[in-house]
């Protein structure tokens, strides 16, 4: 039966219609019912209608309420994401922490007897190119594609892109612009006394030996292969 805002139910129906007004709660919101009966209707009936409704609004809270503490446990449950981890490293030769975000492939164990190469990465902080390049890995070593090996990532995270990727020059135009650039012969020292014996005595490591880069990084790496070609495998 339809009602009036502001009503109560014993104010509604027609008083010449007998019946009942049963009430309940579900969830958070009450609720009104009108049950019609003639006036032969059985006591007994009347009353298992009652008790029947009474059930049903017991069973409906409760559904409810298991919904509302199976959610909170599952939010409860939630856990970070982790791709890998981050390490500082103390550099003598530039004379400043390095930050390295590593991921170790599946299966990797300090105890196990494998050894896996090395990806050294260049622009390898996590809003660079380390994210994406892990995943690219990832996929490519699946069994089912066999690419790429599983492998050690070491991304090392920049400080100064152009000191550190660019060698010296003698155009004065360029010194000028850019007054920190032309270090490269430094980083490449970091690489090769402190980072590679760093990661070789941290993790389980294999001879392979690649180094990534792109842009200024690609151009440095070019200069790692022409001025010391045995740096990398």
Same mark, same amino acid.
């Given at each position: ?67 509302? /503490? !199976?959610?909170?446990?599952? %939010?409860?449950? *939630?856990?970070? #994401? ?5 390490? +500082?490293? &103390? ?83 360029? /010194? !000028?612009?850019?007054?920190? %650039?032309?270090? *490269?012969?430094? #980083? ?5 006394? +402190?980072? &590679? ?37």
């Amino acid at each position: 039966m339809a009602s009036r805002k502001g009503r109560q139910p014993s104010e509604m129906g027609n008083p010449r219609k007998p019946g009942t007004w049963l009430s309940g709660v579900i969830g958070n919101s009450r609720h009104h019912y009108f049950i019609r009966t003639n006036f032969t209707a059985n006591l007994k009936l009347h009353n298992c209608l009652k008790i029947n409704f009474i059930l049903l609004l017991s069973f409906l809270n409760n559904l409810c309420f298991g919904q509302t /503490k !199976k959610k909170a446990q599952n %939010a409860d449950q *939630s856990r970070p #994401f982790v791709l890998g981890s981050v390490r +500082e490293i &103390q550099s003598k030769v530039l004379a400043e922490k390095r930050i390295l975000n590593i991921y170790v492939p599946e299966g990797y164990s300090d105890k196990d007897t494998t050894r896996y190469p090395v990806v050294y990465l260049l622009d390898g902080s996590a809003d660079e190119d380390f994210i994406h390049v892990v995943g690219l890995y990832q996929f490519n070593n699946f069994p089912w594609i066999e690419r790429v090996p599983k492998s050690i990532i070491v991304g090392i995270a920049n400080v100064d892109r152009k000191r550190d990727f660019t060698y010296a020059t003698t155009i004065e135009a360029d /010194k !000028k612009r850019y007054p920190t %650039a032309g270090h *490269s012969d430094k #980083f490449i020292a970091f690489l090769e006394s +402190e980072l &590679q014996p760093y990661i070789q005595a941290k993790y389980k490591t294999a001879a392979s030996k690649t180094l990534i880069g792109q842009s200024l990084a690609g151009l440095l790496a070019t200069e790692v292969l022409l001025k010391k070609p045995n740096l990398f495998s």
